[in-house]
């Protein structure tokens, strides 16, 4: 099968719509107290409604992502969508990069230049990557209505498939957040021999209370003990009614805004609202492709894979080729070395990044690429 080309193009009708619906938004009242105390700040929806409706340029996002070359190609009863972007360096390795829930490949906009053409920005084009970002199988553009629904395990095995079978590489390097982290992992796992290493900010580590011999122990358990009680709950319903949600995320995009606006405020490095740590554009940006591609019910799946069949990586199941870390402090958890190693056996590269959280391609793309070429600098 031969990818095709692919450009997107939202219909203007599609645009229309939505700006119809965000004037229609009904807003729920606001709880007593802080605003984002019980989730989603009302104030913040109203005003980024607004934005959304009279302000924000679709068509500009969607040329920033028409930049880079674009493909679709029917594989694993998906039509898979992936952008390709050739390195500029004397040899430049193919790199798998993945996003996450709830992200997309708006994700990779500032840090795919870093990546495949370093000597733009002052590094060294032997270090240049040809980058390969799918859509995640599901998600945005790699999603159409009555399409099957992928688990962890399904997109891992469709991408190695879209990185040997159709791309032609025979061993390449994998890096993502989040899901991302985890299909790269799992790639490192049940196919070793095809890549050199992975490069994760996100470890799918254990999450288990641990015996405290220190303060950084203590303060791990206590971070681990306020996640399962007041941040897991999306897991929950995503992982066992996703259908039941999807009705009103698809249906109102000030819902959506919001389901996914609080994960950016919880989860990055920001001073009170997502947009200190992400551009309110990009931010947009991402949620716009879930509105217009329908998927974020089919985005929940592997959550339901999840609860339904267990994570596919463990201690029992570990990975064993060489693999870096970059811990952002504000990441959702980052566990202690000693636990991640039980899992993720052969880890040549630790860094405590300075500044940054969940999203760090979006937050930090220079110091997220300098991390992705020092690691693999050695093994390509």
Not at 41 to 59: A, C, Q, T
Not at 65 to 86: A, T
Not at 354 to 370: C, R, S, V, Y
Request: aromatic share 12%; charged share 20%; hydrophobic share 40%.
């Amino acid at each position: 099968m031969t990818p095709q080309a692919f450009v997107l193009r939202i219909p203007d009708a599609a645009i229309a719509d939505l700006k119809t619906r965000l004037s229609l938004t009904r807003f729920p009242d606001a709880a007593p107290g802080e605003p984002w105390a019980y989730g989603t700040s009302v104030e913040y929806i109203r005003e980024l409604v607004s934005y959304w409706k009279d302000s924000f340029d679709w068509r500009a996002q969607e040329a920033a992502l028409n930049e880079f070359p674009q493909f679709k190609v029917p594989l694993q009863d998906v039509d898979l969508h992936f952008l390709h972007v050739g390195g500029v360096g004397p040899n430049p390795y193919p790199l798998l990069l993945m996003h996450g829930w709830p992200g997309s490949v708006f994700e990779f906009l500032d840090i795919i230049p870093r990546l495949t053409d370093p000597a733009r920005f002052g590094g060294d084009p032997k270090d240049a990557f040809t980058v390969i970002a799918p859509s995640l199988p599901g998600y945005g553009l790699s999603f159409k209505p009555g399409q099957k629904r992928f688990v962890l395990q399904d997109i891992a095995a469709c991408l190695h498939d879209l990185m040997t079978r159709i791309l032609g590489y025979r061993r390449f390097a994998a890096q993502g957040g989040d899901w991302g982290a985890g299909v790269a992992s799992l790639i490192g796992q049940k196919y070793p021999s095809s890549v050199c290493g992975i490069h994760l900010n996100l470890l799918f580590a254990p999450r288990d209370k641990i015996t405290a011999n220190s303060e950084s122990d203590a303060r791990y358990n206590e971070g681990l003990a306020h996640w399962f009680k007041e941040e897991a709950g999306y897991q929950q319903i995503q992982g066992t009614k996703p259908q039941t949600l999807a009705f009103g995320l698809t249906d109102s995009p000030a819902g959506l805004a919001a389901w996914i606006v609080e994960k950016f405020r919880t989860w990055s490095d920001n001073d009170g609202v997502p947009d200190s740590a992400v551009s309110r554009d990009r931010l947009l940006a991402n949620i716009a492709l879930y509105w217009f591609t329908a998927a974020i019910g089919s985005s929940f799946w592997p959550y339901y894979g999840r609860l339904h069949s267990g994570l596919p990586i463990s201690p029992d199941r570990p990975v064993t080729v060489p693999t870096g870390y970059a811990a952002f402090p504000k990441e959702i958890i980052v566990p202690p070395r000693s636990i991640a190693e039980k899992t993720y056996t052969n880890i040549q590269r630790w860094t405590e990044m300075k500044k940054g959280g969940h999203f760090a391609a979006m937050e930090q793309p220079a110091a997220l690429a300098a991390e992705i070429q020092n690691f693999f600098r050695q093994l390509r």
